[in-house]
């Protein structure tokens, strides 16, 4: 992350899970759309209080309106460069992406998204979860219908190359 990108888009309760074959479950986070970059928060210095007010807002704010380009009030680009300094935390540059998308589940919304870093190619899935149950393991139980669309364009709009 530069110094001088600011946030565009802050998700949180964003469940991801791989699309490798054999693999299980996935990973609860952030997921941040700045000018350049999609970094997806696995580990944060958030406040426990603070994310559980957010992801509550957050739900009522998807029951009024779909659109996924919200910032959430609490968090801003110096607590981004806090969390990425943690190496779990994945920062991905939008010319990285060689595929986005996004479908309608009867679930839920789903952003797929494909990147190349580091000479390996990387797929996700990820959705925003609403409910969740926390034993055995914490997993999504609901998920919310939200417009992944304004995310995709915005940065489809940014890369330098298409396909």
Do not use: C
Request: net charge neutral.
């Amino acid at each position: 992350m530069q110094p001088d990108e600011k946030i565009q888009a802050h998700l949180v309760s964003v469940w991801r899970e791989s699309k490798k074959i054999f693999s299980i479950g996935g990973k609860e986070g952030m997921l941040v759309l700045t000018d350049r970059h999609l970094i997806f928060i696995h580990k944060t210095e958030a406040k426990i209080k603070w994310w559980q007010a957010i992801t509550q807002r957050q739900v009522l704010n998807f029951i009024k309106s779909k659109n996924t380009m919200i910032i959430h009030d609490g968090y801003d680009e110096t607590n981004l460069m806090e969390d990425l300094q943690n190496e779990k935390n994945i920062e991905v540059s939008f010319d990285d992406i060689t595929n986005i998308s996004h479908e309608e589940k009867t679930w839920g919304s789903v952003l797929n998204i494909e990147y190349e870093k580091g000479g390996k190619k990387e797929k996700f899935q990820y959705s925003i979860a609403q409910d969740w149950v926390k034993y055995p393991a914490k997993e999504p139980t609901k998920y919310m219908k939200v417009d992944w669309e304004p995310f995709v364009q915005y940065i489809k709009g940014r890369q330098k190359f298409t396909e």
